[in-house]
């Protein structure tokens, strides 16, 4: 019976007044041996009672020799010699001569030979009848009379003894293998490939999410908040499934140990980071998931109480301690086979460099996809400094507005006007991202006339539909037993919520993502939808990012 386990992230980024909430880090929710897939072992088991039992089996009429003729029927090669040349004497009353010529023969021949002594012809049953012996071309014989001695009975072969066959497949866990135990020091490149590797999962995992939601609705997320939480469930992962995780968050193969660099990332003082693991009590876990867990996570598992009402208060508790309040409420129900949840949260509190007047905030028009028009409030600033440019090949344009502690926010909205958003989104692809965000970091912050819609997100993803529009099948039958051997652990359902806010004094989200958007150089105006991301400029990586198709919904 599979036991469940449920993985939730969480991620809120805030704006002023910021008090750090004790820090925290995300733990996520796995086959067989690595590198190897699915193979089986053929055993057989004779059973005893299929033995042939010489005591029943039928015994010929005596005749001479007849001991020693027993005894090479049962295989016993050392006789066959003996019985050959003997055989010259077949009865007392008649007479055949046999002559041998040297015996020159191949392997196969030989074997025929060996096998040929184990009978005799239609005349003579040297071994019991169950062969014939081959005349040989050089045996002379003297006339003999018609032998009328009985023929012995030929006993019937001894039937093929039926196996027990069984397939028994390789055991799921081979927990001598840890990758993670050899995590030592952290380079500037293991970074920068970690880096890398987050834009293009934040790439892939916006371009899932719009086909399982549609891309005509506002979302919020923060694939940084989601990489921590699957790369706490990749600690506890086995063979395929840690193989088809670690390729799901882009990892570089070669990267033996992703967890330090991805530890350094995380440090900063905007951004705080909080895992936690709630199991059923008396489910014992694997020393070595808690020892990593421990050392990259900052994570001690706590045990339920069973009490559904009581355990769900707990965990919404220690959510909403950790995302500032701004998430109260993950989850409503707990089912009662529920063997682990895996929790993690992102908190982004940053501010502008350069903030908006409240006062130059008006109600202006925003166009919505099918040019529907909504009132909205919108920052505005006629000298902001912003880098911006225009990408030709995209027929879009980039915007960075500058936060604190080493964060920008980068708006990317359509060329034109009568542009559709899902024509950027669809030409987006790592490597031409990369290189645009390169270019980006580049240009120098000019003063700019800028209007930008105030709004708050808050999305709920179901990500068993996201990244299963990934990777089909990644959890049907994860192999996570790096968790625990003594249960067979299933992700029955994994969770992601992230909530942003944007207003004149900068950037609140939890799980979620701040957004700007530029139209033109020296003129940026957010008057349609638009592409969001928060971008950590000191290892340029995406730790939220979004899409605001409606600021008013």
């Keep these: 019976m599979r036991n469940w386990l449920i993985l939730v992230?969480?991620?809120?980024?805030?704006?002023?007044?910021?008090?750090?909430?004790?820090?925290?880090?995300?733990?996520?929710?796995?086959?067989?041996?690595e590198n190897a897939g699915p193979s089986f072992e053929l055993l057989g088991e004779i059973r005893q009672d299929d033995m042939p039992i010489r005591e029943n089996m039928p015994q010929p009429k005596e005749v001479p020799e007849q001991e020693e003729w027993d005894k090479a029927a049962w295989g016993r090669e050392a006789e066959d010699q003996k019985f050959l040349q003997e055989a010259t004497q077949v009865n007392s009353s008649e007479e055949t001569t046999i002559g041998f010529s040297p015996d020159v023969r191949t392997a196969d021949e030989e074997e025929a030979n060996r096998t040929s002594k184990?009978?005799?012809?239609?005349?003579?049953?040297?071994?019991?009848?169950?062969?014939?012996v081959e005349p040989d071309t050089n045996i002379t014989t003297e006339p003999v009379e018609a032998n009328t001695t009985e023929p012995m009975p030929v006993p019937a072969p001894d039937p093929i003894?039926?196996?027990?066959?069984?397939?028994?497949?390789?055991?799921?866990?081979?927990?001598?293998?840890?990758?993670?135990?050899?995590?030592?020091?952290?380079?500037?490149e293991d970074k920068a490939r970690v880096a890398r590797a987050l834009t293009d999962f934040a790439l892939k995992f916006y371009r899932a999410a719009g086909q399982v939601e549609g891309m005509g609705t506002n979302m919020v997320f923060s694939p940084l908040n989601l990489a921590l939480g699957i790369s706490h469930l990749l600690l506890g992962a086995q063979g395929d499934t840690r193989e088809r995780l670690s390729s799901l968050l882009s990892y570089p193969p070669d990267l033996t140990c992703v967890h330090g660099p991805l530890k350094q990332l995380i440090k900063s003082k905007a951004l705080l980071t909080a895992s936690q693991i709630f199991h059923r009590?008396?489910?014992h876990i694997n020393k070595a998931f808690l020892n990593h867990s421990q050392h990259f996570s900052d994570n001690q598992p706590q045990a339920l109480s069973g009490n559904e009402t009581l355990d769900l208060q707990r965990i919404n508790k220690w959510v909403s301690k950790k995302t500032n309040g701004k998430i109260k409420k993950l989850m409503e129900d707990l089912a009662t086979d529920v063997q682990l949840i895996l929790l993690s949260a992102v908190y982004l509190q940053s501010k502008w460099k350069t903030t908006f007047?409240?006062?130059?905030?008006?109600?202006?028009?925003?166009y919505r996809q099918d040019k529907s028009s909504v009132k909205v409030?919108?920052?505005?600033?006629k000298k902001y400094p912003l880098a911006s440019f225009t990408d030709s090949s995209l027929q879009a344009k980039f915007g960075r507005l500058q936060l604190s502690n080493n964060m920008s926010l980068v708006i990317i909205i359509p060329q034109h006007f009568n542009q559709m958003l899902t024509d950027v989104e669809e030409k987006l692809n790592p490597e031409h991202f990369s290189a645009v965000m390169n270019k980006l970091m580049g240009i120098p912050f000019k003063p700019t006339v800028l209007a930008m819609p105030k709004f708050k997100l808050d999305s709920s993803q179901d990500l068993m539909a996201i990244l299963g529009e990934i990777d089909y099948g990644l959890f049907f039958d994860a192999n996570l037993c790096g968790i625990s051997e003594d249960e067979e652990l299933a992700v029955s359902a994994a969770q992601h919520r992230a909530v942003l806010e944007i207003s004149e004094t900068g950037v609140e989200a939890a799980a979620a993502m701040a957004i700007s958007v530029a139209r033109s150089a020296l003129f940026f105006e957010v008057q349609q939808p638009f592409l969001f991301l928060v971008w950590n400029d000191q290892h340029g990586f995406p730790i939220f990012m979004g899409r605001v198709n409606d600021p008013s919904a």
Excluded: Y
């Design 9 to 33: 992230w969480l991620a809120v980024a805030l704006a002023d007044n910021f008090t750090a909430p004790a820090n925290n880090e995300d733990t996520t929710g796995d086959k067989e041996g």
């Design 118 to 132: 184990l009978g005799g012809g239609p005349e003579e049953h040297l071994l019991g009848g169950w062969g014939a």
């Design 161 to 188: 003894s039926p196996h027990i066959v069984s397939l028994i497949a390789p055991p799921r866990c081979t927990l001598s293998d840890d990758p993670w135990s050899t995590c030592g020091s952290v380079s500037l």
């Design 281 to 283: 009590k008396g489910l």
């Design 357 to 366: 007047n409240v006062k130059d905030t008006q109600l202006e028009n925003f």
């Design 377 to 381: 409030l919108m920052m505005t600033s």
